[in-house]
């Protein structure tokens, strides 16, 4: 393991010596921006209009201050819409309550903002969370309200159930409205299918109807019919996607593991194809995405979740689709210093015609934590790149 880490941490020192590219060269550099609690933007609900796009656009500033060129906006985190939606209610985090209009189109504004400064602009979207309060008011246009039949309660939350498959036709054609409407570059979900387990709680998804109505019949387990619902759903969307505007590029990010013992080195507290049902190898290796973003939120050093390890691996998996890792930004501090996400971004970039990467979240850039913006600055960011096609 030693001889391990002396090679990797070699590779970086090697990589960061070396300027990266001329001007121009193709790297997907890209940041989160989560509206969901109002963790990126807008910073607080019930801000006033002028407020919320003059945050959206200080924030579009960084991200063409420190040259990157994609931003993933989430624009559906909860059943609902940060844009002009004649199906689903405004999102509670632009005004404060469902349903009230800010009195514009925050994704038609950003997309003219992004567009502006060279950047491209990917929806983010998450297809079956209703609701992450049981108890919240929701407005009556919500699909909770609209079909109560597809919603299952799974601890504190409303979950839209992926086994109906009015629902995910109902999911997808919210999806294709959106690609339709804009003009996006990208559309992109993240690692949210069936619903994390409840923390302290053995219960299960409670999707036994759906189960006997629509999953007794397929001959399959429960488990592989919940994992072929997913399936379905994922293969569905990118063809849509493909048929309704085939420039726009699909992204998913999964769970950084796709199974614990995978690689054999690796440990990790959740099984995201047995537990979320996300069999995402498969998506990859089916070309069910135009490039995937595994959440690898973890170090270079650690034996048990390493970096350059499961990078290697989704790599490995890819057939020639692009793997654009996700890194955590967000926790640097007093036992992650900033050059680590500078020697991660080394890292990306070995091996591969398409380097990429996308920064967990945008708000770890906005505040320079760590002196991490100013470290990609002079670093690894002081050239300019376009966008790998």
């Not at 001329?22 to 963790?39: L, M």
């Not at 049981?134 to 939350?157: D, I």
């Not at 999964?254 to 998506?283: C, M």
Request: proline share 7%.
């Amino acid at each position: 393991m030693n001889s391990i880490r002396l090679f990797f941490c070699a590779a970086v020192a090697i990589c960061c010596a070396l300027p990266f590219s001329s001007a121009g060269a193709a790297e997907f550099r890209a940041a989160w921006v989560a509206t969901v609690h109002n963790i990126d933007w807008p910073s607080a609900p019930g801000l006033s209009p002028a407020t919320q796009q003059a945050q959206l656009r200080a924030i579009l500033d960084r991200a063409a201050q420190l040259k990157l060129n994609a931003i993933l906006l989430q624009v559906r985190p909860m059943s609902d819409a940060l844009y002009a939606s004649s199906r689903e209610p405004w999102s509670q985090f632009l005004m404060g309550k469902q349903g009230v209009t800010p009195g514009y189109d925050p994704l038609e504004f950003a997309i003219a903002e992004a567009h502006a400064r060279g950047i491209e602009l990917h929806v983010w979207l998450n297809p079956f969370r209703a609701a992450s309060n049981a108890s919240a008011t929701l407005a009556p246009n919500h699909v909770a309200k609209q079909h109560p039949e597809w919603v299952r309660r799974h601890g504190a939350q409303l979950w839209i159930d992926p086994g109906e498959p009015a629902a995910r036709e109902y999911v997808l054609s919210i999806f294709q409205d959106i690609v339709r409407r804009y003009d996006i570059d990208g559309l992109h979900i993240d690692d949210y299918f069936y619903p994390y387990p409840v923390k302290g709680s053995s219960s299960s998804f409670p999707d036994e109807s759906t189960w006997q109505r629509h999953g007794v019949k397929t001959g399959l387990s429960r488990a592989d019919w919940r994992r072929e619902n997913i399936n379905d759903f994922v293969r569905s969307m990118y063809r849509m996607v493909k048929s309704t505007r085939s420039s726009v590029r699909v992204g998913i990010s999964p769970f950084g593991i796709w199974r614990p013992g995978v690689p054999a080195t690796t440990e990790a507290g959740l099984d995201a194809y047995a537990q979320l049902y996300a069999d995402s190898r498969k998506w990859l290796q089916e070309g069910w995405c135009d490039y995937m973003a595994p959440q690898l939120y973890w170090s270079i050093q650690p034996a048990k979740q390493s970096f350059p390890v499961l990078l290697d691996w989704w790599r490995a998996q890819s057939r020639g689709k692009d793997v654009w890792p996700g890194i955590a930004t967000e926790r640097i501090g007093s036992n992650r210093p900033a050059k680590e996400i500078v020697d991660q971004i080394a890292l990306t970039r070995q091996g591969t015609n398409s380097p990429g990467h996308i920064h967990w979240s945008m708000k770890s850039l906005m505040r320079n934590q760590g002196g991490v913006a100013d470290l990609l600055r002079a670093g690894p960011y002081a050239e300019k790149a376009s966008v790998p096609r």
